[in-house]
């Protein structure tokens, strides 16, 4: 027995070059039975949902939209590092740099704060890398089940603070809920 | 005078300190050091960081040495045989030090300019412990204006001394220095004077730490962010040899040329490091290297890509000889280097 004649894999089939009869150039048994398949098909469940109108159900461990966090005093974490975006192996995050004022103590924690932070959302991939390296707790996959929306423009995908920024009142609830336990 | 440090051997002059040794002979046996400055005399011997075993003291005196030597303030003897990396002393002393240093260093690697090129991180990185034993309030200090260019942040300070030395040896009078004693030690100038003098720049190259950083560069971007080349001018001041940190078309900043030891080539001028930022005053030479698993590396790729040679797979990675054509461009015709290495299959 040589090599040629053994199936290890045991789907190895002889393919034959034979000439085709009659009947069977007629395809009118292979046409028959194929519409037997798109029938059995039609009774069928479907696999396929209209998605727009319908929203499949997402996972209870679903993490996206990523959200920069604020801490107890409603002051922004994010120190402008540079890690995330040293981690993003996608390369979506940008950041800027500034120096905080002496009168903007209650908007950010530390000394340097991100001025411009933008994640391309057409580039990130959720893998979660930028939570993973941040230092100060700034950045966040939520939970929140909101999927990137649809646009026309590219620049709708590329999301500055605006977007990020955790609202002020959801700092001032978590707050009061921490105060409260 | 024969030397072995971890089992090597070196020739090296009378007068040579072991951590020179050590320094020749390149690679892991080389001692951290955090004062020392090979350019500045009298440096080394205050952050002990160095600390090695001399096994045996020398070939007329073969007796150990009892207690760990600094390295960089002990001279070597004929036949004199060190442990650095392989002696389990040395690493326990050096976490030791480590853990000493880190005690009043404030955790703010994710504000400070110096980080990603910082001495005393890649101490800790690769000696410190990842928590802190130290539960007392670290030593902090008012913040204090020394000049327009330099930004002291004493509470990072560490007390090596380099920058007073570079003041002492490079400029003419020196007007800032180590001011009170013992745990209220810290850097300061003399009844607030700004340090003004042209070669002041280099406190910033010198310093392990980011005690002192460069206001021209505060907060503008991350040291791995900005791409490092090589560039030169004709100053008439200094060598005009220089590091520029460019993004895009813009010098973010200018630093000396740092060897692999973190120290400069060359010391430059003031007028080099601050005032030159536009590109056209420079003249670009290469992208500048840095160590393996520098964090600068990240993201560049200077590197020489080589073709990954399979000997067995050689016809499926460059094809075969008759289909090697030019398809893109054929009006440009292939420079003759690159024509061999195109008929090779190599672009």
Known sequence: MNIESISLSGRKKMVSNKEMTFLEKM?????????????????????????????????PVYRGQHQLKRDEEGRENCTACGLCALS??????????????????H????????SIYEINMLR?????????????????????????????????????????????????????????? | MKVTIDGQEIEVAPGTTILQAARMIGGESVPPAMCYYSKLEGSGGKCRCCLVEVAKGSEADPRPMPKLMASC???????????????????????????????????????????????????????????TRFIEEKRTFEPEDIGPNIQLHMNRCILCYRCVMVADQLTDNRVHGVMDRGDHSNISTCISKAIDNEFSGNMIDVCPVGALTDKTFRFKSRVWFSKPYDAHRNCPTCSGKTT?????????????????????????????????????????????????????????????????????EDKILKGREEDRKKISMVKIPLSKEEEDEFKKGNL
């Not at chain 1, 908007?107 to 991100?114: G, S």
């Not at chain 2, 005053?281 to 040679?309: A, C, M, T």
Request: charged fraction near 30%; include cysteine; glycine fraction near 4%.
């Open chain 2, 244 to 312: 520029v940190w460019m993004f895009g078309d813009e010098i973010q900043r200018v630093t000396g040329r740092k060897d692999e030891f973190h120290e400069v080539d060359e010391f430059i001028c003031n007028g080099c490091r601050f005032d030159h930022k536009d590109p056209k005053d420079w003249v670009i030479e290469g992208p500048r290297k840095f160590e393996k698993d520098s964090v600068i590396n990240q993201n560049k790729y200077n590197r020489k890509l080589e073709p990954v040679h399979i000997a067995t």
């Open chain 1, 124 to 181: 990130c991939i959720f893998c979660g890398l930028c939570e993973e390296a941040c230092p100060k707790d700034a950045i966040y996959l939520t939970t929140s089940k909101v999927l990137v929306p649809a646009s026309y423009e590219r620049e709708d995908f590329i999301f500055g603070k605006d977007k990020l920024v955790m609202p002020l009142d959801v700092a001032i609830r978590n707050a009061q809920l921490k105060n409260a336990n």
């Open chain 1, 107 to 114: 908007l950010y924690r530390e000394e340097k704060y991100a």
């Open chain 2, 73 to 131: 303030v002990t001279g070597c003897q004929d036949g004199m045989e060190v442990n650095s990396k392989s002696s389990e002393r040395v690493t326990e002393a050096r976490k030791s030090v480590t853990e000493f240093l880190l005690i009043n260093h404030p955790l703010d690697c994710p504000v400070c300019d110096q980080a990603g090129e910082c001495d005393l991180q890649n101490l800790s990185f690769k000696h410190g412990k990842s928590e």
């Open chain 1, 88 to 105: 993003c192996p996608a390369e979506a995050i940008t950041m800027k740099a500034e120096e905080r004022k002496a009168d903007e103590k």
């Open chain 1, 27 to 59: 395809y009118l048994v292979a046409i028959i039975k194929g519409l037997f398949i798109t029938i059995k098909h039609l009774f069928r469940r479907k696999v396929t949902i209209q998605y727009p109108e319908q929203v499949r159900e997402m996972s």
